[in-house]
C-alpha cells in the first residue's frame, strides 16, 4: 500500500493544489483551507489554516449526507469542475508539473488490493453475477476508464479525485469546506460526482433525489462552462462513470471497514452497510 500511495506522490499533488489551484476557487460558499508554508516545496508536510469545529462540522459517514448537504456539496463541486475553464493555466501547470499520470494502474492495483475485504464486509449474500461483475472489473480496468469516446470538456476539469463526506465540512452559514487534496488530478471528474453519492449520500436519500442532485450539478456546470454538453450526454457519461463511484469505494475499502468496525449502533452500521451494497449493484447495472 505505501509503495502505490508513493508512486501517486500524494505530497507533490496536495503542494500542487494549494500552490495553484485553491486561490482560483475559493467563493462564498466554498471554503479551502489557506496554506501557511507554500514556498516549502520539499517537507513533509503543510502547514494549513483549521476550520474544523466549532467553525465546522463533519457528517458521520454511518448516517450520510442529507439531501440539503449534498446539493450544497454538488454546487460547490461543479464549480471546483470547472476550474480548468475559467483559469487555463491551472492545466498547463499540471501537465508541466505530472507527466505520465497512470491513474488506471494506480486505481487498479488499489481496487485488487481492497476487493476480498470489501467483499467480506458489504457483499454478504449478493449474487454471484453481480461478484463476477466486480471482479471483472478488477481485471480489465483500463476497459472502464476508457474516455476516447467521452467529449473533451469533460476529460479536462479539476478533480479532486477522493470526494466523500469525510473531506467535507460544514459551517454555520450553509458554506461547505473541502479538505485532503492529496489525489487532485485534471481529467474526466464525474468519478468525484460517483463517489460522492455512492459513498456518502443516505442510502434513502439518494435512491428518493439521485435525478434532482444529477440536475443541480449539470445546471449548475451548464452556468459555469457553456460548452459543456447537454443534459442527455452527461447522463450517459455518469452512468458510465457509475463504475468508477464503485472502483473508488472498493479501493479505498481500508477506511469503510476502519468506520464500520468502530460503529456500536446497529441501526447506523447496517445505514453504511446497505449504502455500499446498493452501490455495488446499481454501479454496474
Not at 467563493?27 to 516549502?40: F, G, R, V
Not at 499540471?94 to 497512470?102: I, L, P
Request: glycine letters at 4%; aromatic letters at 12%; charged letters at 20%.
Amino acid at each position: 500500500m505505501q509503495f502505490m500511495l508513493g508512486k501517486w506522490n500524494i505530497h507533490q499533488h496536495e503542494y500542487f493544489f494549494y500552490k495553484h489551484a485553491a486561490p482560483l476557487i475559493s467563493s462564498d460558499s466554498l471554503l479551502i483551507p489557506k496554506c501557511y508554508n507554500l514556498n516549502a516545496e520539499g517537507d513533509d508536510y503543510l502547514a494549513l489554516q483549521y476550520l474544523g469545529p466549532p467553525t465546522a462540522t463533519s457528517v458521520p459517514q454511518t448516517i450520510g449526507l442529507t439531501l440539503e448537504q449534498i446539493l450544497t456539496s454538488v454546487r460547490a463541486l461543479a464549480f471546483i469542475h470547472s476550474t480548468p475553464f475559467r483559469h487555463a493555466t491551472i492545466t498547463h501547470l499540471y501537465n508541466e508539473t505530472f507527466e505520465n499520470v497512470d491513474l488506471t494502474w494506480f486505481l487498479s492495483e488499489l481496487y485488487n488490493y481492497g476487493w476480498p475485504a470489501f467483499k467480506n464486509a458489504f457483499l454478504e449474500n449478493v449474487d454471484e453475477q453481480i461478484i463476477s461483475k466486480l471482479e471483472d472489473i478488477g481485471r480489465n480496468m483500463s476497459k472502464y476508464y476508457d474516455h476516447s469516446s467521452t467529449p473533451a470538456v469533460m476529460t479536462k476539469t479539476l478533480a479532486h479525485g477522493d470526494l466523500w463526506s469525510n473531506n467535507l465540512l460544514f459551517d454555520r452559514e450553509g458554506r461547505v469546506v473541502v479538505i485532503d487534496w492529496q489525489w487532485c488530478t485534471i481529467g474526466f471528474a464525474l468519478q468525484d460526482l460517483s463517489f460522492l453519492m455512492y459513498s456518502s449520500v443516505n442510502s434513502t436519500v439518494l435512491q428518493n433525489h439521485e435525478e434532482q442532485i444529477l440536475r443541480m450539478y449539470f445546471d449548475e456546470m451548464k452556468k459555469l462552462v457553456p460548452e459543456y454538453p447537454e443534459w442527455t450526454v452527461f447522463e450517459e457519461e455518469y452512468n458510465k462513470a457509475r463504475v468508477m463511484g464503485i472502483v473508488t469505494i472498493i479501493a479505498s475499502t481500508e477506511a469503510f471497514v476502519s468506520i464500520m468496525n468502530k460503529c456500536d449502533n446497529d441501526e447506523k452500521m447496517n445505514e453504511l452497510k446497505n449504502r455500499l451494497c446498493y452501490a455495488a449493484k446499481d454501479a454496474i447495472r
